[in-house]
């Protein structure tokens, strides 16, 4: 080593923010992870303008088709937290949709292949189910870890504890090992065009790339579906 700073393992074109002040300890995901954001943010802000009743454009026709079709979605799951769910489980299923395909466009990496970014939305996920439970039944949620029957509260309190921590980490691991084990296969595959069989231009990683937009969105509807199902569970007074 020469003593300088080391870049990120993983990098995008992004990379170049680490030349213009981007501290170099802060991972090529987390940049992208941001950009992600910026771009659903840019998105949200051009879909809503210019909206109109009478003759909506092909664009509005999408959005409103999309939302409803999230608002349908969150309904199924746990209608009594619509109000609450929709804009909250939508926001969370389209930023782990768009990072998943996003590692299929030449350049750049998908920011959930990281335990980083899948932990992080896991924790987040974790803490929004305990503020959903204690939200809507108060100091009464803390029942649920007791169980029935009551009396076998010390053996309950550990089973339940356990339960719950086990929940962030089933999320967090699902959707990092499958996206990231599905990147680490396409980079061996273009590997294996270029550097074995000496031709470039022969696109062994289309295949799987075409299948990793079917795996990334059950991904992501997955990580959404158990989020909003956790949560119905926390708001019940069963």
Request: aromatic share 14%; net charge neutral; glycine share 8%.
């Amino acid at each position: 080593m020469d003593g300088g700073a080391k870049l990120p393992e993983y990098q995008s074109w992004l990379a170049f923010l680490y030349k213009l002040g981007v501290p170099e300890w802060i991972p090529d995901t987390c940049l992208l992870f941001v950009f992600v954001v910026l771009c659903l943010c840019i998105f949200a802000i051009f879909a809503g303008r210019n909206l109109s009743l009478r003759q909506p454009g092909k664009l509005q026709i999408f959005v409103e088709w999309m939302v409803q079709s999230l608002s349908d979605f969150v309904e199924s799951i746990c209608p009594s937290e619509k109000k609450i769910l929709t804009p909250v489980l939508s926001a969370l299923f389209l930023f782990i949709l768009c990072s998943n395909y996003i590692g299929n466009i030449p350049g750049f990496i998908s920011p959930t292949k990281s335990p980083l970014t899948t932990g992080t939305l896991a924790v987040m996920a974790f803490i929004f189910i305990q503020f959903m439970g204690f939200y809507r039944q108060g100091f009464k949620y803390l029942m649920h870890f007791v169980g029935e029957p009551v009396w076998l509260f010390p053996i309950n309190i550990p089973i339940h504890i356990m339960g719950e921590v086990a929940k962030p980490i089933s999320l967090c691991c699902r959707l990092y090992g499958n996206i990231y084990g599905e990147e680490m296969v396409v980079t061996v595959l273009i590997f294996l065009a270029i550097g074995v069989l000496k031709a470039p231009w022969l696109p062994l990683q289309l295949p799987l790339q075409f299948l990793g937009l079917l795996t990334g969105f059950i991904q992501a509807f997955v990580f959404t579906l158990l989020v909003g199902i956790y949560v119905s569970m926390a708001v019940s007074h069963e």
